[in-house]
């Protein structure tokens, strides 16, 4: 449930996702359409609002994870196409149907299966499908060339089917060695010379590659973390859009106390203060996705870096702060304030992570306000 009577929030700037959504179409090349990733909660940023937002901002449709994702964007009233990105489990074709999505077809045992769901549907609308070539990440797809050929044959021949796209993932496009998104690329583009006809859309190209490859084959892109203004290579390789990162994360001190020299702070009092020490208490906690780990990192307030002191707490942590402040101060956890700035990717960094995990990460519990 979120906590509104509480100061601890996300704000996600409207302003932020639109232009990096803006940067990356004039980034692209000519007539290549923009699917906006928002699986999982838009990566913690909210998947209506954002999906709001990146409509108006000129994306062609949707990339969810899950079918509940799709039906959810649905229901609040998105009516641009959703592609669900990996396998829905044949026995729910017919929601595909009822809510008007498109799913992925990743091997021939799940198009068998799909033939005796089919029989059962009310409905005449062609399911909408997409064809996943696995050309070495190892995840979901065909791996055999023949296979995926005749499962497109036959979906060619299925009245109850409509062959709507055909796609590929790279594993690497985020690094540095290209070698394996080479492979990868070859091994499609070796495939796609195959086809009997191309479909209406052909991706191979999430944020990563769109940015830093160059890729001919494709008319659609999957862009997603570059939405929410991350770069996908943490610092690996240099993002050159100048993409504007979306979401700050705030609260303010609930407390303010001084404590003596050797006083211990939290559970399992691992922190004893040095000398006399103002400690602030700050309503945010591992529930709230602010990891435990994060003890020693720093937040922001009044323009200061303050260090997490003792354990961080299901709901709240404490901080030292370097003066006495007021209760009701603002502390920011992720954004900038004066003239420093704490970045979703310095957290990654200091949890031995990836910037995609930390987004992620921020509870339900934590309201998010649209600014
Ligand atoms: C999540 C996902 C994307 C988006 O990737 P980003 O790195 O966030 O741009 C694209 N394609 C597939 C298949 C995905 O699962």
Redesign the pocket.
Known sequence: MESIHRPTRAIISAGAIKSNIQKEMVHIPEGTEVFA?I?ANA?GHGAVPVANIAANAGVSGF?V?TMDEAIELREAGITLPILI??SVSPQYLHLLQEYNLSSTLISLEWWQKAQSYVQNLHSNQPIKLHIKIDTGMNRVGFSDEEEALKVIRELENSPAFEWEGIFT?FATA?EVDDSHYKDQLAKFENFYEKLPRIPRYVHLS???TSLWREEKIGNMV?????IYGLN?SGKAIQEELGLTPALQLESRIIQCKKVAKDSKIGYGATYTSEQAEWIGTVPIGYADGWLRALQGFSVLVKGQRCEIVGRVCMDQMMIRLPFAVAEGTKVTLIGPDGDDEIFIQDLAEYLGTVN?EVACLISERVPRFYA
């Open positions: 990733v699986k990566y990339g994870a990105l990996s993932h985020d999430n944020t990563a999957r862009f997603g973390i570059g996908p995609y």
